[in-house]
């Protein structure tokens, strides 16, 4: 029923608000990531929950990344289903359901690894996986200081890689972690220390994933890992940017909006409220930049409406129906609130693409 | 793909995260909500933005509610099709894409209404609807403190109802607001002052329309209102409990999660981050409550886990595997993120419904 926007159609002509990405930029950050991978000697496996697109996951394997990494069964069984045979989900899967489902999703996946931070986890692979023809692979989750999952030292590690070793339908497969920012340091000891308890007990660690979009230019810091994952740096946002891994010419994602209020003379409101740009703020105290507004404030959110404080704002003021392009705070939330996404070259649109394993959960 | 549940399955079965209804809750939640505005001789228009679901708009119109409220042309168009006949869409509707598709909407609803708060979308109105056999029904939003669109006095607002007044296309039929809460008192001055100056000219004015679960129980407070429009009071939320309007008895969604790690003595994770629950804070500090553990603290959201600082849990701390139920802070932002929601009576799912007008834009 929606009239989705079709290849050929000018952005200024298409309903409001919606999520565009920019052909040229997305290709140069997927080149540019990889090239630095490369140039490092580190595998690159992208994180999919940025984009939910066959088609970009394509585009960074076809750039020379090794495989995707996942953050749930439903996404991995979607990309499973486009084709794509490496896949990494960087999450504990429990209970008999997902169990079942993950049993049968690693017979038809050339490679599929999963982490476990607790023996609950490990056994749960290890009784859905009691008598499999292909074991399931296993990395452990380290927790190196962002404060989420993983195992709290290496001793831990060491007795979980055990545990797993010691289960005929698992194999270790080495370690992973993600890490707040500024973390190198902390991850390099974090692996070096696991691995050297781990070869004294004879237990191989071929695989060590670290990861992250705003420390990605620093992967080199951890000359120990043999893997980064980084999902955000495809798109880009205003996080990325304030963190100084990209400038505003690389930004792929805007949300174009229209002006629906001028109410007041420094008051204007957008149709793109919190169930287009999502209310993540990550450590912002407003909404979001607009190109075309330099000094205006997206100061608050509801479901369809974001009210903008154009005091400070040192461009021409919007009248309604303008249109503006909102640098969003995080695009990967964005991604989960459309069924597809529109693509663009110079203001024209080139495709539009469904979005995979948005609208289930797990 | 996605195994969703099925009438009969036990909740402690299904795969999480996922928000589930109380059958009893929800209709106690519709019943009450409709008595106290029938009571009070207030229409009431609920409004689906919180649902989004043809089948609890039945049960709302069933209950004795005289239309339904949407928020954007996609929700006025899906719940058309599901064969509503009174919509009331309270946005500036711009743009000659979305003006032919309210024009087309106009002819197959019996009852078909929008807001307007400026010049430029009552000319749209009237450009799009000129020479209609069916002429637009058009309300004033008017700004009684909420800051965010309509008009700024009872001048204004009688100056834009002469104009479309004056339109052939359209009708003029009242008045509309979304107050902030606490603003009975405003309410009424602005309806009433507004209603004075429109008699003065020979204008009537049948509908005044204001609006707002926050304060839906002190909706007699403005004698001047004919009608009252309300969303989320039908699941009701942990921001609807801060707010006095209602007890942890009636809250109607829970969003099931799983404990998936256990990190240290006072960590819990749980698979619900923030494209299950949203990052919505409405004031709060963290990301809801959980029923299950008392004094627990929802201190972090990432995407797709959600940390919880268990160091005040006056309750029996969870295992990893263990499900429990988190009390959103705001739950129509949460119907957004799924395709469909699951119902249940006693533990025990009850029905599946598709969620209409989601994962699409305007």
Known sequence: MFPWPEPGQKLSEIVTPMPVIDEDRLAANIARAQAYLSAHGKAFRPHIKTHKIAAVARAQIAAGAVGLNCQKLTEAEAFADAGFGDILVTYNILGPARLARL??????VGRLTVIADSDTTVEGYARAFAG?????AVLIECDTGAGRVGVQSPEAAVALAERIAARPGLRFDGLLTYPP????????SFLTRTMTLLAARGIGCPVRSNGGSPDLWKAHLVPSATEHRAGTYVY???SMVRAGEC???DLAMHVLATVVSRPTPTRAVLDAGSKALTSDLLGFSDHGEIEELPGARVVSLSEEHAVVDLSSCTGALPGVGDVVRVIPNHTCVISNLFDRMVFHRGGVVTRVEDLAARGTVW
């Open 103 to 108: 049993r049968a999703l690693n017979e038809r």
């Open 181 to 188: 920012v500024g973390g190198a340091e902390a991850v390099e």
């Open 132 to 136: 499999a023809a292909k074991p399931l």
């Open 236 to 238: 880009n946002d205003r």
């Open 247 to 249: 400038t505003q010419a």
